[in-house]
């Protein structure tokens, strides 16, 4: 599905696929976040393509929440998630030490949300040995899922991680991934080479952690991608076939 549609017709698919679990109703504190006159131009001129207020929405983030933006990149959910959670709440910047090292822009970026969000919380720690705060709301990951399938890290990175993403999530707590998704049946095999990943391979993984998948949302599926080319490529970049899956940890 082309991601033209209106946000009407997304929340009525989305209700009928999920339950009644729509998104057309964004909640007060998610709306103020993204329109937010304090956000960076060079974000606010992504949402069209990847329509924030529905995300966040749908992750049912809610003002007071404690919440992990992991793998944080340039920070664009992080700055979401701070006005989203408000000043009872705490947002922890994830940047793996290993993406640091890689390029330096990574340590700026987090320095950068540090200094200017004052509910938000640095941590920098290696991927292949997460350590989360406990006790938390939500962890939300976008675009990164299939970076713990990069061959410089060990196999069982994934399983790490998700192991650890649901100690750190109270009972009831939620994991929300975002991702580019890849040719259905290759799992995780375009992960290193295209930076895609098939969405029942995450849905196995997560779920051999313990969660339970709750919902999926066609927000940001495109049929014109041919899920052929890397996520990088000019030709398709930005423009990618995205899927957003819902788990919840039981309580």
């Known amino acids: 599905m ?44 992504r949402d069209a393509a990847r329509h924030p207020a529905e995300v966040l929405a749908f992750a049912d983030v809610k003002p ?9 990149g340039g920070g664009y959910f992080t700055r979401l998630l701070s006005g989203a959670v408000g000043p009872t709440g705490t947002v922890y ?7 640091i090292k890689f390029q330096a822009k990574y340590g700026e970026s987090l320095k950068a949300v540090s200094a200017s969000l004052p509910n938000a919380k640095p941590l920098d720690g290696s991927v292949i040995a997460l350590d989360l705060p406990d006790n938390l709301d939500l962890v939300l990951t976008v675009q990164n899922y299939h970076d713990l399938h990069l061959k410089p890290f060990p196999t069982a990175t994934a399983a790490t991680v998700n192991a650890e993403v649901f100690k750190s999530l109270k009972p ?14 290759s799992g995780i095999s375009a992960a290193d080479t295209l930076h895609r990943i098939d969405v029942e391979a995450v849905k196995a993984e997560v779920e051999a952690a313990g969660f339970k998948l709750e919902a999926e949302s066609p927000l940001l599926r495109d049929a014109a991608d041919p899920h052929t080319a890397s996520v ?16 919840r940890k039981p309580k």
């Open 172 to 185: 009831g707590g939620v994991f929300l991934i975002v991702d580019h998704a890849a040719t259905a049946g």
């Open 93 to 99: 910047a994830y940047q793996p030490a290993e993406f």
């Open 2 to 45: 082309a991601r033209k549609h209106n946000i009407s017709v997304l929340a009525l698919m989305a209700a009928c696929a999920f339950g009644g679990a729509a998104l057309a109703q964004v909640p007060a504190n998610i709306s103020a976040a993204v329109t937010s006159s304090s956000r960076p131009a060079e974000d606010t001129a």
């Open 64 to 72: 007071g929440d404690t919440v992990v933006d992991f793998i944080m």
């Open 232 to 247: 990088f490529d000019p030709s398709i970049r930005g423009k990618t076939d995205q899927f957003i899956l819902k788990f």
